[in-house]
C-alpha cells in the first residue's frame, strides 16, 4: 500500500539517522569532526580555558587524567571485549584468519618503530617514543572507508578490522611492558586478588555483569595506584568476561560478554572516543614553523605513520601471501591493498595515548607528537582515500588461490 508523501519523508529521516549511527565507521566520522574543533578551539580566545579546564583537579586527578586513565579505560575495556570476541568465536577464530592480518600487523608495528628510531638516533631522551607510530586508529580509518562506500570490497575491511584489533592487542602489551612506572607491590597485589575474584566468577558460571564490573571498578583503582597504567585494567576485566552463557538455555549472542560489548560500543564510539580527541588533539599551531615540523620528534613519528605503515603492512602481507602462509582478502586489487596499507597510517587515538604516556610533564615534547600524530594520520588517510578512490577494481590480486574473507 502506497503510503502519503507527508508520510514518507519523515521515515526517510529516522532511517538514515538510524543508518549512521549503527554504522561501526560513523564513529570515526564523528572523530574527524572533533578533531578539526579541538584544534580550532586551541589556537582560538578560548584556548586559555579549554587548556585550563584540561588541568583542574576534580577527585586528586586532573580532568585530562581522569580521561585519559578512566574514561579510556572504559574504552579498553571495549577492546579487550572484541578481542576474546574474535579470537574465540569471531573472524579471527582460526589460525588460517589470522594468519594474514597477523602478519600484516606485526610489520606494521616494527617498521614504523625502525623508522622512528632511524630519524630521532641522535636524539637519545626521544627513543622512548618508538611506540607512537605503532598502532592503527580502527575508528578513523573505517571511516574513510565509510565515505569511499562500495569502492572498496568488504573483504578488505574486514582484513582492516582484524588487522587494527591485532594491533590494537600489540599496543596493549607494549603499554604493559614499556610504559609501566615503579611498582607498588602492594597495590599490585590487591589488584591481583581482584583479578583472581573475577577469574572466579567466571569459573562459577556468574552470568550477570554488576559484580564483574564492580569488581572491575575496585580492580581499576588499585591497577592505579600500583604503577602500571590504568587503562590496562579494562582489558583485565574484559579478558574474564563470559563468552558463553549456559548455552542450552541461552544463544551466545546474549552471552555476558556479547551484552557487555553491546553497551558499550555507542558510548565509546560517540562519547568517550570524541571526548578523548577533544581533550587530547588540541595543540596550539601558533609560531609553529617548517624547522619545527621538520624536527625529529614530529617528523619522526609522522614517516613511521605514513611511511613505516603502509610499508610494513604491505611488504609483510605480500610476503606472507608469496610465502603461501596466507590467502588473499576476496575479490581484492594490489592497488586497493595498497590503500588500505595506507590507510594504517592513520594512528591518532592511540598514538596519542601511547605519546601521552612516552613524555610524561613534558609539555614541549607533547605539543610536538600530537603534530607529529596529526600530520601523520592526515597524509595517510589522505593519501589512502586518493589512491582507493581511483583504484581499478577489475583484476582480482590472486586469483589462482583460495580467498579469504568472503
Known sequence: MDLPKSDLRPTRRISLMRKFFDSEASGGIILMGVTVIALAIANSPLADAYFGLLKTYVFGLSVLHWINDALMAVFFLLVGLEIKREMLDGQLSTWPRRMLPGIAAF?????????????????????????????????????????????????????????????????????????????????????????????????????????????????WFFVLKSGIHATLAGVALALTIPLQDKPKETRAEDSPLHRLEHALHKPVAYAIIPIFGLANAGVSLSGLSLDALLSPLP????????????????????????????????????????????????????????????????????????????????????????????????????????????
Open 299 to 406: 617528523l619522526g613519528i609522522a614517516m613511521g605513520l605514513f611511511i613505516g605503515k603502509q610499508l610494513g603492512v604491505y611488504a609483510f602481507s605480500e610476503l606472507a601471501i608469496r610465502l603461501n602462509l596466507a590467502d588473499v582478502p576476496a575479490g581484492a586489487t594490489r592497488v586497493q591493498c595498497y590503500g588500505v596499507a595506507l590507510l594504517c597510517g592513520i594512528g591518532f587515538t592511540m598514538s596519542l595515548f601511547i605519546g601521552a604516556l612516552a613524555f610524561p610533564d613534558q609539555p614541549e615534547l607533547g605539543d610536538a607528537t600530537k603534530i607529529g600524530v596529526l600530520m601523520g594520520s592526515v597524509l595517510s588517510a589522505v593519501a589512502g582515500y586518493v589512491l582507493l578512490s581511483i583504484a581499478p577494481r577489475e583484476m582480482p590480486l590472486r586469483p589462482s588461490r583460495p580467498a579469504a574473507y568472503n
Open 107 to 219: 610489520g606494521g608495528m616494527v617498521v614504523p618503530a625502525l623508522v622512528y628510531l632511524a630519524i630521532t638516533w641522535n636524539e637519545p631522551h626521544l627513543r622512548q617514543g618508538w611506540a607512537i607510530p605503532a598502532a592503527t586508529d580502527i575508528a578513523f580509518a573505517l571511516g574513510v572507508l565509510a565515505i569511499l562506500g562500495t569502492r572498496v570490497p568488504t573483504s578488505l575491511k574486514i582484513f582492516l578490522t582484524a588487522l587494527a584489533i591485532l594491533d590494537d592487542l600489540g599496543a596493549i602489551i607494549i603499554i604493559a611492558l614499556f610504559y609501566t612506572s615503579d611498582l607498588s607491590l602492594m597495590m599490585l597485589g590487591a589488584a591481583v586478588l581482584c583479578l583472581v575474584v573475577l577469574v572466579a566468577f567466571n569459573r562459577f558460571g556468574i552470568a550477570s555483569l554488576l559484580p564483574y564490573l564492580a569488581v572491575g571498578a575496585i580492580l
